[in-house]
């Protein structure tokens, strides 16, 4: 995986639909939207994944996030392949 994969996986995303406004916009008194999770973690985890490669951030931080990461896999394991 690479900058520009990254990049054009992000860039090909609509976000809005997840902004205020938006027809996936999550508000605390909507309760927990399953769905509307799964596909902002989908269009993330590319950069959530760069972001664990990087040696300025700390190594707890690190292994944080990729708890996080493998915990949101198990969740939504189809997100793996989301380039």
């Known amino acids: 995986m690479d900058f520009e994969k990254v ?6 995303a609509d976000l809005t639909i997840f902004q205020d406004g ?3 916009y999550l508000k605390a008194e909507d309760g927990i939207c399953i769905d509307t999770i ?3 973690y ?3 985890r590319p950069i959530l994944l760069i972001f664990n490669n990087f ?8 292994i944080a996030l990729e708890i996080f990461i493998q ?4 969740v939504y394991p189809s ?5």
């Open 42 to 44: 989908k269009i993330v």
């Open 38 to 40: 799964r596909q902002i």
């Open 79 to 83: 997100s793996k392949n989301s380039l």
């Open 22 to 24: 938006g027809d996936h």
């Open 7 to 12: 990049d054009r996986h992000i860039q090909e």
């Open 71 to 74: 915990a949101m896999d198990i």
């Open 55 to 62: 040696l300025f951030i700390p190594q707890k931080w690190r």
